[in-house]
DNA sequence: TTAAGTGCATTTAGTTTATGGACTGACTAT
DNA sequence: ATAGTCAGTCCATAAACTAAATGCACTTAA
């Protein structure tokens, strides 16, 4: 199977995924979330090489994820941005990043963390159920068609 | 830069994406979560090549995400089940299906979701803070180094 | 006791994608 | 003039991926 084929898939996983399941993409959406919009400073701090962050930027703006902005005339240049439904990525960075942190190996007293403005602490974020607003164990959820 | 660097990151995101960020080893793990265990089944759902299917399941295990488990003797067989840390991933997997569902076009009637058991509606997942209990949404949060 | 089937691993060859470095073009600042 | 900045392109090489075939250790049905 190509890769491209998911796009199409009835998993709302699956499709996340054939957007954002390469080996740079959320690494460019990370840079975004820490205030990180040029080419140069993406280049700079990624280490990508440049064809790459070319392709995959071009693929966040087509997403709607990202989007160009002009911050000069002369040569007119854009920077990137998150769009709406780039910021919505929030939580799966949140998660993906407090996942990393537990459970992947690594020097904690290096590890960037962040702070919860509203309450002051420094966050441990967790997944609720809108509905009952519980913490959501593995256990505690099963597959269903929507209807 | 290479992608293996990475693994060093001090950013736990960073750190995260190096073990996942590649085109199929979160659709295994969507797999897993989804009760497939066996090498023939993952292939013949993902549709994925089985030399790379080798390969990121000996990677999976190797970074304590899968445990491998006999299930038959003579010869013996192994299949791959989430360990803690693997199962650690659901609220990464729950974020990503719902910035999926909610962000990426698709036809919303043949979706994939979940029953939150605990309560009983179909869950619509949040993050949460765990000191306040409160929503996290992108804007109140801010990158500090831990202490 | 062959024949077909299961559940993988391995090999091979061809295609696709990624990499790193040099380069371009439009400017600005000195 | 000269150098620097910045986004982006081009190209040759290297790595990753795919599909299909083959091998192997067994089990079950004929």
Same mark, same amino acid.
């Given at each position: 199977?190509?890769?491209?084929?998911?796009?199409?898939?009835?998993?709302?996983? @699956?499709?996340?995924?054939? =957007?954002?399941?390469?080996?740079?993409?959320?690494?460019?959406?990370?840079?975004?979330?820490?205030?990180?919009?040029?080419?140069? @400073?993406?280049?700079?701090?990624?280490?990508?090489?440049?064809?790459?962050?070319?392709?995959?930027? @071009?693929?966040?703006?087509?997403?709607?994820?990202?989007?160009?902005?002009?911050?000069?005339?002369?040569?007119?240049?854009?920077?990137?941005?998150?769009?709406?439904?780039?910021?919505?990525?929030?939580?799966?960075?949140?998660?993906?990043?407090?996942? *990393?942190?537990?459970?992947?190996?690594?020097?904690?007293?290096?590890? =960037?963390?962040?702070?919860?403005?509203?309450? *002051?602490?420094?966050?441990?974020?967790?997944?609720?159920?809108?509905?009952?607003?519980?913490?959501?164990?593995?256990?505690?959820?099963?597959?269903?068609?929507?209807?």
């Amino acid at each position: 199977m190509r890769w491209s084929e998911l796009e199409s898939a009835d998993c709302p996983i @699956a499709r996340a995924l054939s =957007i954002l399941g390469d080996r740079w993409t959320l690494m460019i959406v990370r840079d975004c979330f820490f205030g990180v919009h040029r080419f140069e @400073a993406f280049q700079a701090n990624l280490g990508i090489s440049r064809t790459i962050l070319r392709d995959r930027l @071009a693929h966040l703006v087509q997403a709607g994820i990202l989007v160009q902005r002009p911050y000069q005339d002369r040569p007119v240049r854009y920077d990137y941005v998150l769009s709406a439904k780039g910021k919505a990525l929030n939580g799966v960075m949140l998660m993906l990043g407090e996942w *990393g942190r537990t459970a992947v190996d690594g020097q904690p007293e290096t590890q =960037i963390r962040h702070r919860h403005q509203t309450c *002051g602490h420094v966050l441990t974020p967790y997944v609720a159920c809108a509905a009952c607003g519980e913490e959501v164990v593995a256990k505690d959820v099963r597959a269903v068609r929507a209807a």
